[in-house]
Each structure stands twice: as structure tokens, then as C-alpha cells.
């Protein structure tokens, strides 16, 4: 039952001590505004490593060509690896846990594509049908590269939507041919990319084509991979395959590891995975940190304020108000300066990290900086329960007072 008499005392006693309870309130405000700012601060920066990664399977392994720093079999160092058909069907054929795979081969000067009469620079790629999937292509008209497009060395392509749009205009793309280095290559679908438009303003061609065509033989230059359901070890463990089947084909020492360069994502991904558990666990260590010194201090002005009070509660038990009565007001009081005070703070966690990720753009490392609403509401849970707690040993020794010492207190 609402009781007006005592929400009108509580208030006027807080009116009454201005400064104290501001101060005590500023203490709690603060706390939890610094555990909002500091959560959404990690989140931003934990989805700016998220975001490179967008282009990239988080499982994938990506092999390129290097040069050998190690003399080895009475060879020199500086001698530069090159890739082959080859080496991509003994990755296919020895290496185990692979769930797709592919390879690249870059066509020297062919960056121009038209059609018609219209022009532009584009990047191409040559790969294998699997590629849509380490690198994450959603094609959103036809198809992409097939493997007949590779076994019957056919001329036909994949285009971003950023290539359509320049090329076709509002024209249907599929179907159509498209002109690279004067040779004819039909469009078969079109893509979207999570890398952004950088990525969009690629063309896809058959890998085996485009060797033929473009006097490759069996050139490559890149291989990739996906790891299926493979633990960091476990990927650990293909690295080091790869790299010593390759150093035996190669010829080149296997502790060499600039002769190839191997990037690992999902020992990457793992590792930034552990550093913002470490992160956020370190966050909430200081923001709750924080946030106890505040409701300490609650728990502190709630003493001095039953100390004050000793008498005027001698006086209310002397005319028969119940321990529950007593413990009560206390704990309104506590609970009301630390939800309020708190809820100032999230609201100005909130809304700084808002205009954060509206003032600033989004960059490499951070981006779009937020808490989410299970935390906020957490966090205003933990509020309420801290001011409960900070109140309710004060409140249970004022209970405990007895009338007569309460009215001799001077």
C-alpha cells in the first residue's frame, strides 16, 4: 500500500541534506556511467576486429607464394616460390579436415572490363567454385562458377553489384557478355559481398579458363581453405602439413616461413576471441569496482543518517511503529538515491556512446560502440539490489534501537 506520509518524509530529508545526498548520488552515477562507457567502448572495438574478418571465413586458411631466407640443399636464399595446379591438388588430395578449398591466378593488366560502350577498372579474380564460400559471396541473381565452368574451361563470369550497375546501367546483366582483354566472357549471375564495395567492384572468372586464355599454364598464386569444424590446434597442425609437404615439393627448409606465407584466421579469430573475453571480464572488474564504492558511500550517508535520527526513531518505536516500519523508510531511502542516481548514469552512458557512433565514422578498429539491452537492464537490476543491501544494515540496527536509549541520545 502506498504510503504518502513516508515518501513525503523521505524526500524532505534528502532536500534537507543537499549536498550529502548529491554527493552520494554523483558516487553511484558515476559508477555505473563507467560501466556502461567501458562495455560499450569494448563492444565498439571488439566489432571493429569482427569487421575485418567480414571478408573472410573466421574458419579459412589462405597460402601464399614467398621467398626462401634460408639456404637448403645447396640452394641460396631469395629464391621465389611459385605455385602450381599442382600444389592445389596436394593440398585437395593429402590434407586432412578440409571442408572447401580453392585457388587463385591473377591475370597481369586485364584491371579494364567493357561492355558496349561502357568501360571500367575492376579487380578480377580467377578461382574455383568453393571461393563463394571461404570469402563469403552471396550471389544475388544467377549463379556463381561451377565446377563444369572449370572442367569445360568456360568463358563466363560472376560480377559485383557495383560492376552491374557501371556496366549495365538498369539493363539485365545475366545472360550478357562482358570484354576482358578483347576476349568475350558471358555473365552468368551477380553478387553481394560483406567486404563492402571494394569487393563488389570484382569479377570472378574460372580459374582454369583464365589460364588458358591468359598464357597461365599452371600458374597460381594464392590457395585458400576452410578448416571443417577444426579446433586451433588442429589448424595448427594443417599449417604445418601444408608448409612440409610444400617445403619438400619446393625444395626449401620447412622453419623457413617466409619461402610461403600462411595466414591461419582461426588461430587469429581464437586469439581476439580470448583477448575481449579478457577485455570485458577486466571491465566489469573495474565498473562494478567502481560501482561498490558508490554504494559503499550509500551504505556510509545511510549510518550517518540513522546516527542523525536516533532520537526521532527512539520516539516513532516509543509510539508503537513496528522494526519492519523502521527498516523500511531506511531502505526507501537507500533504494531511491541508488536507482535514481544509477539510472542518471546509464542514461548518460547510453547517450554518450549513441553520439559517439553517430559523430564518429566507422573506422578499422572500432565500431558502432553500444550495450545491449540485457546488460542495461542488468545493470539497473544490480542497482536496485545495491541500494537494498547498502541500506539494509542501517536499517536493521536502527530497527534494533531501543526506545528508551534512542531518547536519552544527545
Do not use: C
Not at 26 to 52: D, P, R, T, Y
Not at 237 to 253: E, G, S, T, W
Not at 335 to 352: H, K
Amino acid at each position: 500500500m502506498f504510503d504518502l506520509d513516508k515518501w513525503q518524509e523521505i524526500l524532505f530529508t534528502i532536500k534537507k541534506n543537499k549536498l550529502r545526498t548529491f554527493l552520494t548520488g554523483f558516487s553511484v552515477a558515476w559508477g555505473i556511467f563507467m560501466l556502461i562507457f567501458l562495455l560499450g567502448s569494448g563492444k565498439g572495438l571488439q566489432n571493429g576486429i569482427e569487421h575485418q574478418f567480414r571478408d573472410d571465413a573466421t574458419n579459412s586458411i589462405f597460402i601464399r607464394r614467398g621467398q626462401t631466407t634460408m639456404a637448403y640443399n645447396g640452394l641460396q636464399p631469395g629464391r621465389k616460390i611459385k605455385f602450381s595446379n599442382e600444389d592445389y591438388d596436394i593440398i585437395k588430395n593429402t590434407i586432412p579436415k578440409i571442408e572447401y578449398l580453392s585457388s587463385r591466378y591473377y591475370i597481369p593488366g586485364s584491371d579494364q572490363i567493357s561492355y558496349n560502350n561502357e568501360y571500367g577498372n575492376f579487380s578480377i579474380l580467377t578461382v574455383h567454385p568453393d571461393h563463394k564460400y571461404i570469402e563469403r559471396t552471396n550471389t544475388i541473381e544467377g549463379r556463381f562458377i561451377n565446377g563444369k565452368d572449370i572442367t569445360e574451361y568456360r568463358k563466363v563470369a560472376s560480377i559485383g553489384k557495383l560492376v552491374k550497375e557501371a556496366l549495365f546501367k538498369d539493363e539485365d546483366a545475366l545472360g550478357k557478355y562482358i570484354k576482358i582483354n578483347n576476349i568475350l566472357f558471358k555473365v552468368v549471375g551477380v553478387f553481394k559481398d560483406a567486404g563492402g564495395e571494394d569487393q563488389m567492384r570484382t569479377v570472378f572468372l574460372p580459374i582454369s579458363t583464365a589460364q588458358k586464355i591468359f598464357s597461365g599454364e599452371n600458374t597460381v598464386h594464392t590457395i585458400l581453405l576452410t578448416a571443417k569444424n577444426a579446433s586451433v590446434e588442429e589448424s595448427k597442425n594443417m599449417v604445418y602439413l601444408i608448409r612440409k609437404k610444400f617445403a619438400k615439393k619446393h625444395n626449401f627448409d620447412v622453419e623457413d616461413v617466409s619461402a610461403i606465407n600462411i595466414r591461419n584466421n582461426v588461430e587469429q579469430f581464437k586469439q581476439f576471441k580470448d583477448m575481449f573475453s579478457a577485455i570485458n571480464l577486466f571491465i566489469w572488474i573495474i565498473g562494478i569496482g567502481t560501482l561498490i564504492a558508490g554504494i559503499v558511500g550509500v551504505s556510509n550517508i545511510m549510518i550517518i543518517v540513522v546516527k542523525e535520527r536516533t532520537k526521532e526513531i527512539g520516539i516513532r518505536k516509543a509510539l508503537g511503529a513496528t522494526p519492519a516500519s523502521i527498516i523500511s523508510l531506511i531502505l526507501l531511502e537507500s533504494v531511491l538515491i541508488t536507482a535514481f542516481s544509477g539510472y542518471i548514469g546509464l542514461v548518460m552512458g547510453v547517450g554518450l556512446l549513441e553520439l559517439i557512433s553517430s559523430a564518429m565514422p566507422d573506422g578499422e578498429f572500432f565500431m558502432n560502440p553500444n550495450v545491449d539491452f540485457n546488460t542495461a537492464i542488468s545493470a539497473t537490476l544490480l542497482l536496485i539490489f545495491s541500494g537494498a543491501l547498502a541500506g539494509y544494515f542501517p536499517a536493521r540496527k536502527a530497527a534494533k534501537i531501543k526506545p528508551i536509549v534512542a531518547l536519552r541520545d544527545e
